[in-house]
């Protein structure tokens, strides 16, 4: 088990620019039902939620399915997913003492097995935007005091944000913080323009 902490190259998901320019763009989806699937449960949960009140009358029916569909999006992110589409997955393990360490693996990219940028793509949009969805959810109950869904909101915050936190820590380094990625990330953008707007004039 190889934690590896300098995964600038293996998948894009801050800096799509420069990657483009260092690898050839790779467009087809070679694994069509993991990319299905990534998508399908956790756009299920949050069809459920959103239609549940209209499709049916009972809360606990509906809280279940939710939580069926979060736990199986969950899973297939964390076990499936990450790995096919993107060369990265993550998990905990206990060691013979008792303590429990965070692995972090990233696939270092060659030949076949490099991933395409649509499957990139489509990995990193679902994996941010419904951990987003559920913020806004979690305050949209809170603010509607609709405190019995506060719990599967909660869930569902819970699970895609350990998915989402999992796999960033895996694309910027288990070991790297980060916070100090992000002021790297955006110190270079503001670098990059400054020099672009000094070069027009």
């Known amino acids: 088990m190889i934690t590896n902490d300098a995964n600038d190259e293996d998948v894009s998901l801050f800096d799509a620019e420069e990657d483009a320019g260092k690898r050839s763009k790779k467009t087809n989806i070679k694994h069509p039902v993991a990319s299905f699937f990534h998508l399908f449960f956790r756009v299920g949960a949050v069809l459920v939620y959103l ?3 209209l499709l049916s009358k009972s809360f606990i029916a509906c809280m279940v399915t939710i939580i ?20 990265l997955r993550w998990w905990n393990q206990v060691d013979d003492d008792g303590r429990s360490h965070w692995v972090f693996e990233s696939r ?25 969805l559920w913020v806004i959810f979690a305050f949209s109950t809170l603010f509607s005091f609709k405190i019995k869904w506060l ?31 992000a002021t790297n990330y955006f110190g270079r953008q503001f670098l990059k323009q400054a020099l672009s707007k000094e070069g027009e004039s």
């Open 151 to 181: 719990p599967v909101v909660i869930m569902g915050l819970v699970l895609q944000g350990a998915n989402l936190y999992g796999y960033v820590r895996c694309k910027v380094g288990g070991k790297t913080s980060l916070k100090n990625v």
């Open 51 to 53: 239609l549940c009140e």
């Open 108 to 132: 270092k990219d060659a030949g076949k097995m490099q991933a395409s940028d649509s499957e990139s793509r489509i990995f990193w949009l679902g994996l941010i935007i419904c951990p987003v």
């Open 68 to 87: 069926l569909l979060l736990s199986c999006d969950f899973w297939t992110v964390k076990n499936i997913t990450g790995r096919l589409m993107v060369g």
